[in-house]
């Protein structure tokens, strides 16, 4: 009877033993991770799949790794390793819209975008996320939906206030664009994307001279900014000013 207990002292300390190795490889392999050593930290992140292979948060790690190694096939397959044990593991689905989006499958990424706000609506950046993916694939009226979802998180908000007047912009909405562009503005003086959009607004309205002083206060930060370059030459050429639009390209 003695002998028994001991040997199940041992079992139970054996199985605490082995969940701690699983725990450290997970905690070394992030640590590698934070540091950008992508490949030790999946090794490490293999190692404790292997001591436990139903621990999800080293599936998401793995995945995560995968990810910034650009082996999209292998995150994203890693991830639904993850959701196959917990399918409400938000760092899962947030990981596959990830893996899509950098290998432009902008459908799929869609999707698992969706899932992933539908678990956190708190989080602006998912909202965010999701208009930039609607908007790539052309749907604007749908990608003007989540930029509202975002920015009834945060107001001011200026890359979903920027991306929500290039929607409107791409809609011919361009008074509404502006307004956009100008709280984008409010927010940050410096956001040089805004002026050229703005810029871009009133060039399809045909008011180049207002246009080019738009694209003037753009290069204003940043002189070597050739989007607003390329623009102010068009806009010097519409107003029939070739000279001086020559010029403007030769610093391109």
């Known amino acids: 009877m003695k002998l028994f207990s001991i040997l199940m002292c041992l079992s139970v300390l054996g199985g605490i033993c082995t969940a701690e190795e699983t725990e450290y490889f997970d905690w070394k392999g992030s640590q590698l991770y934070a540091s950008k050593n ?3 930290a999946l090794a490490y992140f293999d190692q404790a799949l292997a001591q436990d292979p ?5 599936w998401v790690h793995k995945g995560d790794a995968e990810r910034a190694l650009k082996n999209y096939n292998e995150s994203i397959q890693s991830y639904y390793a993850a959701l196959q044990l917990d399918g409400s593991r938000v760092a899962a689905w947030s990981g596959i819209a990830e893996s899509y989006m950098a290998a432009k499958d902008y459908s799929n990424a869609s999707i698992a975008a969706a899932k992933a706000t539908e678990l956190d609506n708190k989080s602006k950046y998912y909202w965010y996320r999701e208009g930039n993916l609607l908007q790539l694939q052309g749907m604007y009226d749908d990608s003007i939906a989540r930029y509202d979802g975002a920015l009834a998180l945060d107001p001011k908000y200026k890359e979903a206030l920027y991306r929500k007047g290039i929607s409107q912009m791409i809609m011919g909405k361009y008074g509404d664009a502006r307004a956009l562009f100008d709280q984008v503005l409010e927010v940050d003086p410096n ?4 002026y050229l959009a ?6 399809a309205e ?3 001279v207002e246009a080019g002083q738009e694209y003037d206060k753009a290069l204003q930060i940043d002189p070597a900014y050739s989007p607003a370059l390329i623009s102010q030459m068009h806009a010097l050429l519409a107003m029939k000013k070739p000279k001086e639009a020559f010029e403007v390209y030769a610093k391109i």
């Open 38 to 40: 992508y490949t030790d």
């Open 198 to 203: 703005r810029g871009l607004a009133l060039q």
């Open 206 to 208: 045909g008011k180049h």
């Open 54 to 58: 139903s621990y999800v948060n080293a």
């Open 191 to 194: 956001f040089k994307q805004a």
